[in-house]
C-alpha cells in the first residue's frame, strides 16, 4: 500500500485502518503504532490529527451514528456519505 499523501488522505486511512482493528481486538488493546502501520503513516500523524484516543474514537462514532444500527442513533436513516466522504 502506498503512503496516504495529504491531510485528508491521512486522517481517511487512521479512520479507514482503526474501524477494522478496533472492532477486531477493542479500544484498549489497539495501539496508535498499530493503526499507524495499518494505515502505512508515522504514527505520531495520529496524535498531531486526533491528539488522543478518546478524540479518535469520537471521530469514528460521526461515521457510525449517521448508519440505521438497531437501538443506534441512526435508526431509520441512511448513511449520507460514504465513510471518510466528510473528512476535510
Request: no cysteine.
Amino acid at each position: 500500500m502506498d503512503k496516504p499523501r495529504g491531510k485528508d488522505a491521512v486522517i481517511k486511512a487512521i479512520i479507514e485502518a482503526a474501524i477494522p482493528l478496533i472492532a477486531e481486538r477493542g479500544v484498549t488493546n489497539v495501539s496508535f503504532r498499530d493503526i499507524a502501520k495499518a494505515a502505512n503513516v508515522n504514527h505520531g500523524l495520529i496524535t498531531h490529527y486526533f491528539g488522543n484516543k478518546e478524540a479518535l474514537m469520537q471521530r469514528i462514532g460521526l461515521h457510525f451514528e449517521r448508519f440505521d444500527v438497531p437501538g443506534g442513533p441512526g435508526r431509520g436513516r441512511q448513511p449520507a456519505r460514504p465513510v471518510g466522504a466528510h473528512i476535510g
